[in-house]
C-alpha cells in the first residue's frame, strides 16, 4: 500500500480492539510513513457485520478533504498502479463506482485449492454479467456514498458489496469492472474449509442479493439435470442395451466439461498477460495440479450443489470466529462477539492472523 505511484493519499487501517496482537505488527508501519493512520473499532454495532461497522467508522473519521475512496481487504496484495487504476475511470467521468476482483492462483494440488480456482471463475464471469462490484477491490466518491445512502445501508447488512450492488441498482449509479485490478490470491485451502466458506457464502447471498440468488438456482438446476439425468440415463442406456444412446448421453457430459475447462482457461490466458503487465510471476501449473484439475472442476459442481442446499437451512453463520443470525428481510443480528485474538510465533514475536 506504501508504494502507490499515486499522488496524494493515505491509509486508514482499522483494528479490531486495543488488545488485538497484530498491532505489534502494524505499529513498525505508522512508524515508517505519515501516511499510515490507525483506528480502534469502537461500539460495533449489533445489526450488521463487523466487516460494516470497520467501514462506516473508517468512512465517517476520515478528513473532509478526502474526496475519493478506495477499499482494500486484508488478504490483497496490491500492486503499484492498484490506486491509480481504480481512481482513472472515476476521475475520467466513466464511472460512479470502480473494481475489481479475486482470481486464486493455487499454490499445491490440494482438491480445496482446485476446486476454489473453478468455482471463482465461473462465479466472477456471473459477477461481470451482473456488474456487482468485489469489496476486497473497489472505489468510489464521497459524494456517491452520500447519494446511495451507503452507510445507512451498510448498518444493517451482513455483506457488504451485495449491499452496495443494491445501492447502485437503486439509484442507477454506473459500475466499471478495471481488468488490471483482477488481484491475485495465492493461497492453499482444504476441501472441507471450502464446503465451510462457500455454504456460508451462499447463504449470506441468499438472504442480501436476490438477483445473484435467481441466477444461483438457475446453475444448481442445470448442474442437477446435466449430473443426475444424462449420468442416470447413460446407465440405463448400457444397461438395456442401447450402447450409442449411452454414449451420447456421455458424450454431451464430456463436452461440457470441456467447455467449462475451455472458459476458465481463456480467463486465465487473459489474467496471465495481466499479470506479466504488473511483473507478478504466473508460472503455477505442475505435473501433479494437472492431474487434479479435471477431478477438481466436475468436483466443483457438486460441492456447489451442496453447498446452496445447506445454505437454505442456515439461519446462523459463522464468519471469523463471530456468529450472526440472518433475517429474513435481509437484516442480521450478531449473536456471539468477542474482540479478534491470534497465536503468537515465539520466533519472531509477530502475530500468525
Not at 445501508?153 to 443494491?166: E, F, G, I, K, P
Not at 471450502?194 to 441466477?215: D, E, L, N, P
Not at 443426475?228 to 442395451?241: C, Q, T, V
Amino acid at each position: 500500500m506504501l508504494e502507490q505511484n499515486y499522488p496524494d493519499f493515505v491509509i486508514q487501517l482499522v483494528v479490531d480492539s486495543e488488545h488485538d496482537p497484530v498491532l505489534r505488527d502494524v505499529a513498525p508501519a505508522l512508524k515508517k510513513s505519515s501516511r499510515m493512520r490507525m483506528a480502534i473499532l469502537k461500539n460495533p454495532a449489533s445489526g450488521c457485520s463487523l466487516k460494516c461497522s470497520s467501514l462506516i467508522q473508517a468512512v465517517k473519521g476520515l478528513d473532509e478533504d478526502v474526496k475519493l475512496l478506495a477499499f482494500i481487504d486484508g488478504d490483497v496484495v496490491p500492486h503499484a498502479n492498484w490506486l491509480r487504476d481504480l481512481a482513472s475511470p472515476i476521475v475520467d467521468g466513466r464511472a460512479d463506482v470502480t473494481g475489481g476482483n479475486r482470481w486464486y492462483l493455487p499454490p499445491d494440488s490440494r482438491m480445496g485449492s482446485m476446486v476454489r480456482y473453478f468455482w471463482n471463475a465461473g462465479f466472477m464471469r456471473e459477477m461481470w454479467n451482473q456488474g456487482a462490484p468485489w469489496a476486497g477491490t473497489m472505489a468510489m466518491k464521497r459524494t456517491t456514498i452520500d447519494e446511495i445512502g451507503l452507510l445507512d445501508a451498510w448498518q444493517s447488512a451482513m455483506s457488504v458489496d451485495a449491499t452496495l450492488h443494491r445501492c447502485l441498482n437503486q439509484h442507477q449509479k454506473r459500475f466499471r469492472l478495471v481488468p488490471s485490478l483482477l488481484m491475485v490470491n495465492r493461497e492453499s485451502i482444504s476441501l472441507r474449509q471450502f464446503h465451510t466458506w462457500v455454504t456460508r457464502q451462499m447463504a449470506v447471498v441468499r438472504y442480501t442479493a436476490s438477483h445473484t440468488v435467481q441466477s444461483v438456482q438457475v446453475h444448481v438446476l442445470t448442474l442437477l439435470f446435466l449430473h443426475l439425468l444424462l449420468a442416470g440415463l447413460s446407465l440405463f442406456a448400457f444397461a438395456i442395451g442401447e450402447p450409442r444412446l449411452g454414449g451420447l448421453a456421455v458424450a454431451v457430459l464430456f463436452s461440457y466439461w470441456m467447455l467449462l475447462a475451455a472458459g476458465a482457461g481463456v480467463q486465465e490466458v487473459f489474467l496471465r498477460k495481466t499479470l506479466n503487465q504488473r511483473g507478478e510471476p504466473v508460472q503455477w501449473m505442475t505435473p501433479l495440479k494437472l492431474l487434479a484439475w479435471c477431478p477438481g472442476m466436475v468436483l466443483t459442481h457438486w460441492v456447489l450443489v451442496l453447498g446452496v442446499l445447506e445454505s437454505f437451512r442456515m439461519k446462523e453463520v459463522n464468519w471469523r470466529g463471530i456468529r450472526y443470525r440472518l433475517m429474513n428481510d435481509g437484516a442480521v443480528e450478531i449473536t456471539d462477539y468477542k474482540p479478534f485474538t491470534a497465536k503468537w510465533n515465539p520466533a519472531d514475536q509477530h502475530s500468525v492472523v
